[in-house]
Nanobody, 126 residues
Framework: QVHLVESGGGLVQPGGSLRLSCAASGFGVDIYAIGWFRQAPGKEREWVSC?????????HYAESVKGRFTISRDNAKNTVYLQMNSLKPEDTAVYYC??????????????????WGQGTQVTVSS
């Protein structure tokens, strides 16, 4: 059974950094496309970043986070990370990771992802 658990959220000042983790069980993160999404209060869920299957496809970022966030994968730990630097108040949201076991390339849309974690809260405030 596919299971995802996010961690690493918290309260950070503007300009600070956090690293989110998405620990997977029931499947190998190297053969799934993994995405990070976020949802702020009163707003729709939005795509943040994704990483394609290990054998190609690369990484992709929303324009709002490009140059500040980095997605990576540790196959030995079966975990995907989202390193977030230069955080801004508008990055405040619940962050979710999601897994797509069918697509070769990761997607910026939520419908290909069929397994989701419970989310971790990120608050950027002084």
């Amino acid at each position: 059974q596919v299971h995802l658990v996010e961690s690493g959220g918290g309260l950070v000042q503007p300009g600070g950094s956090l690293r989110l983790s998405c620990a997977a069980s029931g499947f190998g993160v190297d053969i799934y496309a993994i995405g990070w999404f976020r949802q702020a209060p009163g707003k729709e869920r939005e795509w943040v970043s994704c990483i394609s299957r290990n054998d190609g496809g690369g990484t992709h970022y929303a324009e709002s986070v490009k140059g500040r966030f980095t997605i990576s994968r540790d196959n030995a730990k079966n975990t995907v990370y989202l390193q977030m630097n230069s955080l801004k108040p508008e990055d405040t949201a619940v962050y979710y990771c999601a897994a797509d076991g069918v697509s070769y390339y990761c997607s910026g849309y939520d419908y290909p992802y069929d397994s989701w974690g419970q989310g971790t809260q990120v608050t950027v405030s002084s």
